[in-house]
């Protein structure tokens, strides 16, 4: 049973006399595409002189070398239809269904020891931030990467973990919110904003910006 997603066969190719240096470029051009290298061949000539034949040659060609074959025409109409040819030659295409996205493969594991971590103190307490910096390197191992600080615009009503938005930013996020969920109570976990960078050390891969609500409990 025929393919009917397959493209129309071509006509035989009528043979052709004395075009062997034309057909040899145009050869050329179609190994290139085969490879992968495609261009654009402009035949020109007198009408009748047979430029039509040597591009079904052509054609009739490629297809015996595998290649998928699309032709569109120029006709003599009266109004010639908006990209006549190309929609001729598209609407030969074959059809098929869209393939399913890629999975994403790329599997994430949280990671405690060795994450460079910075705390910002958001709040009026004073050695917050270091006390915190300190429980995280004896419980979690993580590992300082700046001195513990102010965050900018305390008072923070809530507790929040930043994370950088680098090339391991899909790592960072989730350091982040294995930190946020085990030390915090599962803050809220959003990319490091603009106004931050002043303030973060450019080795910090996770940013702790404490809120009020770490100094609520008693």
Known sequence: MAD???????????????????????????????AGRGSLVL?????????????????????????????????????????????????????SESPPPPEDTERISPQQEGVPVQVLNGTFTPGLAGDVQSTLENQGGYVQAGDPGDAPGKPIVDSVVYFM???????????????????????????LPADYND????AADVIVVLGVDMTDTP
């Open 43 to 95: 035949i020109g000539g007198e009408a009748g002189i047979g430029k039509t034949a040597l591009a079904d040659a052509l054609c009739a060609e490629a297809t015996e070398r595998g290649a998928a074959v699309l032709v569109g025409r120029c006709y003599d109409l009266a109004a010639t239809p908006p990209y006549g040819p190309w929609a001729e030659a598209l609407a030969r295409a074959p059809r």
């Open 165 to 191: 938005a680098d090339d391991a930013a899909k790592q960072n996020q989730a350091d982040a919110k294995l930190l946020a969920d085990t030390y915090l109570g599962g803050a809220p976990v959003e990319r």
């Open 4 to 34: 009917p997603t397959a493209p129309p066969a071509l006509p035989p190719a009528p043979p052709l006399v004395g075009r062997e240096r034309e057909r040899a470029t145009l050869r050329e051009a179609l190994a290139q595409a085969l």
């Open 199 to 202: 303030v973060v050390s450019e």
